[in-house]
T-cell receptor, first 115, second 111 residues
């Protein structure tokens, strides 16, 4: 089946630094990818929709200047957490659909810890 | 928030027993999906049920959907220890791929 690869799996960084997370569709093209964040023992919250070749669409309350999304190709979307702070520590996970978006494939997630 | 609710929040059963999880949502939907998440891992798609369907089966999984009550249930029959995980329902209002997740049910199956 289709595979979505997310990298890195975990990252620890100092407060004030920026962190880039990659989401790749390995064997299919994804014009749209989605980014979610998940706090411990909580559900997934949609952050933004990443559109290939155009600007991302952010959900209400998500700072677009804080969470930069780039979808430069049909197989790669990146999420950059800029000037990370401890409150940005969370599990970030992406998803992509193959063809019809009824069935989505999720990456394995990235655990971000900001010290 | 448009997130739905799931109950129970936590469920602990013995291997071989059935596990039932319920999900309620707030808006009209195009489809409802159930996902499984092992601790600290990504999500695995289990089953999708469309708004015009009432029941769907996949192996040991049975999903029902009641659009009049805006609710769904996931039944796992003959549970195994390997079924231990968190289970989430997610709704797609416009078949866009944008999913609104429920709060999740943490299932523990004791061997």
């Amino acid at each position: 089946g289709a595979v979505v690869s997310q990298h890195p799996s975990w990252v620890i960084c100092k407060s004030g630094t920026s962190v880039k997370i990659e989401c790749r569709s390995l064997d299919f093209q994804a014009t749209t990818m989605f980014w979610y964040r998940q706090f411990p023992k909580q559900s997934l919250m949609l952050m933004a929709t990443s559109n290939e070749g155009s600007k991302a669409t952010y959900e209400q309350g998500v700072e677009k200047d804080k969470f930069l999304i780039n979808h430069a190709s049909l197989t790669l979307s990146t999420l950059t957490v800029t000037s990370a702070h401890p409150e940005d520590s969370s599990f970030y996970i992406c998803s992509a659909g193959e063809g019809a978006v009824e069935k989505l494939f999720f990456g394995s997630g990235t655990q971000l810890s900001v010290l | 928030s448009q997130q739905g609710e799931e109950d129970p929040q936590a469920l602990s059963i013995q291997e071989g027993e059935n596990a039932t999880m319920n999900c309620s949502y707030k808006t009209s939907i195009n489809n409802l999906q159930w996902y499984r998440q092992n601790s600290g891992r990504g999500l695995v798609h289990l089953i999708l049920i469309r708004s015009n369907e009432r029941e769907k089966h996949s192996g040991r999984l049975r999903v029902t959907l009641d659009t009049s009550k805006k609710s769904s249930s996931l039944l796992i029959t003959a549970s195994r220890a390997a079924d231990t995980a968190s289970y989430f329902c997610a709704t797609d209002a416009g078949n866009t791929g944008k999913l609104i997740f429920g709060q999740g049910t943490t299932l523990q199956v004791k061997p």
